[in-house]
Structure formats: structure tokens, C-alpha cells
């Protein structure tokens, strides 16, 4: 049974970083890519980022480019989102998910979701 378990949300001002981590279980961690989605209240869900199975590929959705990072340790089963300069429309529900690859993933097509980690940005 696949587990993806977020740590790390939590309330930040403004200007701010945290960093999100993503533990996998029940499944062979370095064979997915991993991503990462948010959903704030009353919109939908959107794709934040995704790292490739090697971590040597990346992307992410423009409205966090260059503030967000996404990493991964395999030998930890974890990835890891850092988000920098952090704004109030970041408040949101992060998702972590793993999918076959990160194009699959930044289309919605995903194997498996966490439970989310809610991240709330005061102004």
C-alpha cells in the first residue's frame, strides 16, 4: 500500500520560506517521479512542480518559478518542496504525489496522492 506522508506546512508571514517534506512508502521510490500540487479554498487543484525520478529534471508552474524548489533524497524515500519569498495567494493545501514521470505528473496524471499539509501566508 503506497503512503506519501507531508510534514512541515504551517503558518509564515510574508517574505518567508518553509520547507515541505513528502515521506513515500510501499512502492520503490526511485522509480517515480514525485510532485507536488496545491489546492487553496474555493479553486481547484493545481500543479506546483514536479523532480524526475533522478532528480535531474525539474519543472515547475510559472506562478512559483524561481521562488520554489523541489529536491529529492532517494536513499530517504523523501522529496522536499522549499518554498522562498512566500506569498499570501501560496496559502494553500500542498499535495505531495508520485507519478511515472513529471510530464505525467504536471497533466494530472498521477499514481498516488498524500494526505496534504496546509501552508498559510499572513500578509
Known amino acids: 500500500q503506497v503512503q506519501l506522508v507531508e510534514s512541515g506546512g504551517g503558518l509564515v508571514q510574508a517574505g518567508g520560506s518553509l520547507r515541505l517534506s513528502c515521506a513515500a512508502s510501499g512502492l520503490i521510490f526511485s522509480s517515480y517521479a514525485m510532485g507536488w500540487f496545491r489546492q487553496a479554498p474555493g479553486k481547484e487543484r493545481e500543479f506546483v512542480g514536479a523532480?524526475?525520478?533522478?532528480?535531474?529534471?525539474?519543472n515547475y508552474a510559472d506562478s512559483v518559478k524561481g521562488r520554489f524548489t523541489i529536491a529529492r533524497d532517494n536513499a530517504k524515500n523523501t522529496v522536499y518542496l522549499q518554498m522562498n519569498s512566500l506569498k499570501p495567494e501560496d496559502t494553500a493545501l500542498y499535495y505531495c504525489?508520485?507519478?511515472?514521470?513529471?510530464?505525467?505528473?504536471?497533466?494530472?496524471?498521477?499514481?498516488?496522492w498524500g494526505q496534504g499539509t496546509q501552508v498559510t501566508v499572513s500578509s
Open positions: 523532480i524526475s525520478w533522478g532528480g535531474g529534471s525539474t
Open positions: 504525489a508520485a507519478g511515472l514521470n513529471t510530464f505525467a505528473i504536471a497533466h494530472n496524471r498521477v499514481n498516488s
